[in-house]
């Protein structure tokens, strides 16, 4: 049995599928509870899909201006980036990856699933393994990776995905060496 893909296509695409079979429908995310009319989104993840579309969009126009319109499925728009930047240089190449790697772990927490895409992660700074998803911000659970104040390390979503690509990236090379 195969097992399903996991990529910020399929995390959009889950994103998408679910805010359209599962509308809000009380006063909860999205909705103001002082209107008596509420919407039937999360206009959040209704936000946090767009922006995600548009800067993949923002990102593939300012690398290859001609690369004309773009899906409308929201999934789509990963495959296109990748087509429309195939013969770009390396340095806007890994931009996008670490663009559309972000997202993924953006999206699979927006899910409720940040242990499965977080936690298997090293910390950039000690290496070691035990990050977690705390108020925005991913930090490190060892007690001696902290900083000058004694605070523990938190990194950026992007820094974790700058590393993530980084990383494939140097192995990719080891390997044909």
């Known amino acids: 049995m195969n097992q399903p893909e ?12 679910y805010l359209l079979e599962h509308p809000v ?6 909705h103001n509870p002082t209107r008596t009319l509420s919407t039937p989104i999360s206009l959040g993840t209704l936000s946090h899909i767009d922006a995600s579309v548009r800067e993949v969009i923002a990102h593939t126009k300012d690398a290859n201006p ?3 319109q773009a899906p409308t499925r929201a999934d ?10 195939e013969h770009a240089d390396e340095e806007v190449q890994q ?23 977080i936690r298997p992660h090293r910390c950039p700074e000690c290496r070691c393994f035990g990050l977690m998803w705390r108020s925005g911000r991913v930090l490190c659970t060892n007690s001696e990776c902290t900083d000058r104040d004694g605070t ?6 992007a820094r974790l ?6 990383g494939r990236k140097n192995l990719r090379q080891a390997r044909t060496t």
């Open 6 to 17: 996991d990529s910020a296509a399929a995390r959009l695409r889950y994103l998408n599928d």
């Open 25 to 30: 429908t009380g006063p909860t995310e999205g």
């Open 66 to 68: 001609a690369a004309g």
């Open 76 to 85: 789509a728009i990963y495959d296109w980036a990748r087509q429309h930047t």
């Open 95 to 117: 931009r996008a990856a670490v663009i559309e790697y972000r997202q993924y772990l953006e999206h699979a927490i927006r899910a409720g699933d940040w242990r499965k895409v």
């Open 152 to 157: 523990s390390t938190t990194v950026t979503l």
């Open 161 to 166: 995905a700058h590393e993530h690509v980084a």
